[in-house]
């Protein structure tokens, strides 16, 4: 590598940590307790237990459910049943001020066998929303989540700059080597030098998968405005509707149907903005390890219970689902999430090794830090030699 391409680099490096350092401290900090929200909600009651009943197969009626979560709140609307195939003994109700509202007011829990209510989950409430909002969106809603996904793209930038300067850095220095007997800036320098190219493609895969996530409201606005829009618009103006009230369980039972070996992810009622006026949106889910990560959507006339559309996600919906479990982690159990939250505080480390790095020669320029680094390896000898820095030196 040229002089000046390693200057060109070494500022890529220095601006782009500077400018998304805080921002990207403020993540992985936030992110470490989002790694267990699920251990740490069940913790604090947020989330309950379903309770030992034989398993005979039994299944409540939705529509049941349904009726009930309507009947708790009065003036409100049910927005979407939500299913989780890793808690089948369980459906959510989620309901808004409206069906379209963007906000949820409240979110239910149920007994899938017996229809029982069992608990309704806190909404906006307690320190694991603080968590979160400051994680998702710095409580500015959308214009804060791209701005969030800006802060991680520029840290993605930062990351490949680090690795091209790596190699330039360590010279004939052995890697791994730390000189602890250096200065204290120099063994910090190393360590987060370490750390940083050790643990560089999982900082790369969750920055990355961090940025995708951010763009959640645009893509599936994008695919409403265009692929759901196109599957409705087939379907005619609706005039023939029956003056009954839709099924849930009838639709629910037509989506299965229609696409075996799948459960239901979440459906959206008919008036919200995932699905139509006249229709439900039922979004399947594989069982597989690999399918269990895709939705697929599956149209149904709320009056007739039959299904009239179904379709993948377009690419870049995929590619948003697919990057959501490398982000958070969560598809590997409890072993799993205990290696994205030490990987997570090693992230920890290195940017906050990275910000004292900066404070300490915040003044250096390039041509002062390229000098330091020809030293200091000219200085370095064999493993168990003295070093000849002099005593000097910082």
């Not at 829009?229 to 005039?239: L, N, P, V």
């Amino acid at each position: 590598m040229t002089l000046k391409s390693t200057k060109v680099w070494y500022l890529i490096h220095k601006w782009t940590s500077l400018v998304c350092m805080a921002f990207l401290l403020l993540l992985c900090i936030t992110g470490l307790p989002l790694i267990f929200h699920h251990e740490i909600d069940h913790a604090l009651g947020y989330s309950v237990d379903p309770p030992e009943l034989p398993d005979t197969g039994a299944r409540a009626d939705v529509d049941s459910i349904v009726a009930d979560a309507a009947a708790r709140r009065p003036g409100e609307a049910v927005q979407f049943l939500v299913g989780d195939p890793d808690e089948p003994e369980f459906w959510f109700i989620r309901l808004g001020e409206t069906v379209d509202a963007p906000e949820a007011s409240a979110f239910f829990i149920y007994d899938a066998r017996t229809g029982a209510f069992l608990h309704e989950y806190p909404l906006g409430q307690g320190v694991m929303n603080v968590v979160f909002r400051l994680h998702y969106d710095l409580f500015a809603g959308l214009p804060g989540t791209l701005f969030l996904g800006a802060m991680g793209l520029v840290f993605v930038f930062s990351l490949i700059s680090g690795v091209v300067l790596y190699a330039p850095y360590m010279g004939k220095l052995r890697f791994g080597t730390v000189r602890r007997a250096r200065s204290p800036r120099i063994k910090w320098l190393d360590l987060h030098n370490l750390l940083g190219i050790a643990t560089f493609v999982w900082l790369f895969v969750v920055g990355l998968t961090g940025v995708i996530n951010t763009l959640a409201i645009p893509i599936f606005g994008h695919w409403q405005s265009t692929q759901l829009a196109e599957m409705i618009a087939s379907q005619g103006d609706g005039s023939s509707q029956s003056a009954e009230a839709p099924s849930v369980q009838g639709a629910l039972d037509a989506a299965r149907a229609a696409m075996p070996e799948t459960e239901l992810s979440f459906m959206a009622f008919p008036g919200n903005g995932f699905a139509s006026p006249r229709h439900f949106v039922a979004f399947m889910q594989g069982t597989t390890a690999w399918t269990s990560k895709l939705l697929k959507p599956v149209l149904i006339d709320a009056h007739t219970a039959e299904v009239v559309d179904h379709r993948d996600l377009p690419w870049y919906a995929t590619a948003l689902l697919l990057s959501q479990p490398l982000h958070f982690g969560d598809y590997g159990g409890l072993p799993l999430k205990i290696l994205w939250a030490v990987l997570d505080i090693i992230a920890i480390f290195v940017l906050g090794s990275g910000l004292y790095l900066w404070i300490k020669r915040r003044n250096m320029s390039f041509e002062m830090w390229l000098t330091a680094m020809q030293t200091e390896r000219s200085e370095t000898v064999v493993p168990g030699a003295v070093s000849r820095q002099p005593a000097s030196r910082s």
